[in-house]
């Protein structure tokens, strides 16, 4: 049965892009044939999906059997406006089957699939639901993305509560970036002493696809 693996992160520009495809060149390293989805991507200028184009060039590198798919089955959802869901749709109801009928095309051909979120867990999509949502929507286990800046603690704490309370699977990854260097002075410490596992996406990419596929 193919895994589904949801991707979702603290905030806005916490590096989910980058980290889909991390994921998705370490999975195919290991023999796996891999897909990719953003179900929903905001902020397309021109019909131009700049995140999907980006997952597009990369899946079809990994695996020759997705070598007919184009950018809207990446991203099957587009807005024009850089917004939330519900803000750039003018909240129009979220098409669920069209997101689950372009998965499950991809699922003929793949071992796992990545799946990119956008924005944080409670990003509105519409009246009716959130991006914490979609992962159960979808049967997905997820991988929180936080960052490393003073803030990291609270923002953690509060998503990884959030996915503890709607029972979803998950593990947590560090991105830390140029400039937070500090991280190790004054965030890590509290994560270290409360025996939170301190997985970062620089040094341990392996581990959390393990993890990951464990769930």
């Known amino acids: 049965m193919t895994k589904r693996i949801f991707v979702t992160a603290t905030n806005t520009n916490i ?5 889909t495809k991390l994921l998705l060149r370490e999975y195919a390293s290991r023999g796996l044939k891999v897909g990719v989805i953003k179900p929903i991507e905001t902020g397309v200028i021109n019909g131009y999906a700049e995140d999907a184009e980006e997952l597009l060039e990369v899946v079809k590198e990994l695996n020759t059997k997705l070598w007919h798919l184009e950018a809207e089955d990446i991203a099957p959802i587009t807005y024009d406006i850089a917004a939330a869901p519900f803000v750039a749709s003018n909240n129009t109801p979220l ?4 997101i689950l009928t372009k998965i499950e095309e991809l699922e003929a051909f793949c071992d796992i699939i990545i799946i990119e979120g956008a924005g944080g867990l409670y990003v509105p999509i519409d009246e009716k639901y959130m991006m914490i949502d979609l992962i159960s929507l979808l049967g997905a286990k ?10 990291c603690i609270n923002d953690t704490l509060l998503s990884k509560k959030a996915l503890q309370e709607r029972k979803i699977e998950h593990t947590v990854a560090f991105n830390c970036k140029e400039g937070d260097e500090n991280f190790s002075e004054i965030s890590e410490p509290y994560f270290l002493k409360t025996d939170f596992r301190v ?4 040094r341990d990419i392996d581990i959390i696809c393990d993890v990951l596929y464990n769930l």
């Open 95 to 98: 098409d669920l089957k069209k």
């Open 15 to 19: 590096g989910k892009t980058y980290i």
């Open 199 to 202: 997985l970062k996406l620089s």
């Open 142 to 151: 997820a991988l929180l993305v936080t960052h490393c800046s003073l803030g």
